[in-house]
């Protein structure tokens, strides 16, 4: 079995990855994988009404993504600086995990300002910490309320979209970055399988009688972090936060019990259920932090069936999805989108293994 991490890099043209979604999200392919025949199928999106019934259940990740990334200058010499904001480390002291670019010349001790548009001073930081080669821990040092401070935020920052997309964040972005389910404010990256369901396309599933419940996991960078290791054994996930509420719970296992299909909705879904399976292999109620790494051999104990895009070579989520799918049929298929142009990451099209 597959489990070196070589076996999951493949040659992917830099033309297929996906610079911006598709006119109308349910518009993207969606590319079918018959896990029990093998039989790969090209559809459209929106036809994935076809393959789910009455009572049978999806489950959606409703994190929301925050305006993450912030441009700042740097004291006394004015120099331009990148901030991403990772997460939130102390609400009262206004302390932030974050990355800076250009990492070399941000040290302890350093003052950050960051203006709006008409060169005002908004918001002042101080770096209190390195955390690792590009990381920081940084003091916003603000002295309003924490609703103040958190419109702040948003005013000044902007869409985090993936640097592999190869262009800057535009005001369509702000909409087509988040799930129409987005709710719990908290995601750097968005849980990009989710990104194909339209309102529209919702409404025709719960038509057709179609569950959903929802979990939140918050996407950090971890999930996109580079892997640096051959042995998949030794790799460690960064930790994100997750909670399954009860609701999702009875919706899932009633469905599961009946024998009803069962679809995660992304790898961060499938992460997040498979963290929180009971001893009799249904789903439980949990909250915390989840650094599953999810990779073959794998019994999955919740789902199965999965929506996922179409991932980068050798990152986390292509080897999830092929520990779900199977990796021979997995790479097949990939091979099979290269050559009929599937729009691969982000804001590239769909897979849908059942």
Not at 181 to 194: C, H, L, Q, Y
């Amino acid at each position: 079995m597959r489990t070196k991490l070589s076996h999951f890099n493949y040659n992917l043209p830099e033309t297929l990855i996906a610079k911006y979604p598709k006119p109308e999200r349910h518009d993207s392919r969606l590319m079918v994988v018959h896990r029990d025949s093998g039989e790969i199928e090209h559809r459209d999106f929106k036809d994935i009404l076809e393959f789910f019934d009455d009572e049978d259940v999806l489950i959606f990740n409703n994190t929301k993504v925050f305006p993450a990334r912030m441009y700042g200058r740097k004291e006394k010499t004015g120099a331009k600086i990148e901030v991403f904001l990772l997460r939130e480390l102390n609400t009262d002291a206004r302390l932030w995990d974050v990355l800076v670019d250009p990492a070399r010349k941000i040290r302890v001790g350093n003052k950050l300002y960051f203006s709006d548009e008409h060169d005002n001073d908004r918001l002042v930081a101080e770096v209190v910490d390195n955390t690792t080669s590009r990381g920081r821990t940084i003091r916003f040092l603000y002295d309003g309320s924490d609703e103040e401070f958190r419109k702040e935020l948003t005013y000044l920052g902007t869409t985090p979209l993936p640097k592999r997309i190869g262009r800057e964040a535009e005001e369509s972005d702000k909409e087509r970055f988040q799930t129409v389910f987005a709710k719990e404010e908290g995601a750097v990256a968005a849980p990009t399988a989710g990104l194909h369901f339209s309102r529209e396309l919702m409404k025709r599933l719960e038509i057709k009688g179609i569950e959903f419940a929802e979990l939140t996991l918050h996407i950090g960078l971890g999930t996109f972090r580079s892997i640096d290791v051959e042995d998949l054994s030794k790799h460690k996930m960064d930790a994100e936060y997750f909670r399954v509420a009860q609701k999702a719970v009875e919706t899932v296992n009633r469905a599961k019990l009946a024998e009803k299909k069962i679809c995660a909705v992304g790898t961060t879904v499938m992460r997040a259920v498979e963290t929180s399976v009971s001893a009799e292999s249904l789903l439980k109620a949990a909250e915390g932090w989840t650094n599953k790494f999810i990779y073959p051999p794998y019994d999955f104990k919740i789902a199965d069936s999965m929506v996922s895009n179409f991932h980068l070579p050798k990152s986390s989520l292509l080897i999830m999805v092929s520990a779900f799918g199977g990796p021979e049929l997995i790479r097949h298929a990939y091979e099979e989108a290269i050559k009929e142009k599937y729009r691969f990451f982000t804001y590239g099209d769909a897979m849908l293994i059942i």
